[in-house]
């Protein structure tokens, strides 16, 4: 029962992950924030495959699941400090998250909730032609912590789901030792005597 009970809690969590990601997938494209998207398209791949493995019965599906999990916090934590601008991180670097292709920030960052963006003109020289120079103002959450509670949310359920992973493996791993235990006496079972006969058959004579 507790087996079962926990499977179906690590199937509700891989979908949970996959709604979360997918979601976050859709703002970081409108944000073109480029290592975001290659990243969390990997984590929708090793999720599908956990979820693959859980639902299957494959523990090595999820225990490759549960080793990315331990890599997709590290990268979530990344993220949070890197919004925090902890140590010598900055939010307004671009080179990290659009690998220096564009000037995008997160796309939360002009549509956050009461957000006012209003154009600047004449822009600055450094700004490049087809962007526009803009300041935003009246949010009533910055951008930063949007980006944040979203990878706290990872966070929690990454954590959640390597726990859960582990349970299951342990689980099915248990399962198939009982099975092959119960097997090895059904290879060497009881065998009865067999009666052999000793009738000699003898040739028989018609008369015709």
Known sequence: ???????????????????????????????????????????????????????????RYITGYAVWLVLWVTWNVFVICFYLEAGDLSKETDLILTFNISMHRSWW???????????????????????RYITVSGCFLEYQYIEVAHSSLQIVLALAGFIYACYVVRCITEEEDSFDFIGGFDSYGYQGPQKTSHLQLQPMYMSK
């Open 1 to 59: 029962m507790g087996y079962c009970s926990g499977r179906c809690t690590l199937i509700f969590i891989c979908g949970m992950q996959l709604v979360c990601v997918l979601e976050r997938q859709i703002f970081d494209f409108l944000g073109y924030q480029w290592a975001p998207i290659l990243a969390n398209f990997v984590h929708i791949i090793i999720v599908i495959l956990g979820l693959f493995g859980t639902i299957q019965y494959r523990p």
């Open 109 to 131: 960052m002009e549509n956050g909730p009461g957000c006012m963006v209003t154009s600047v003109t004449p822009a600055p020289d450094w700004a490049p032609e087809d962007h």
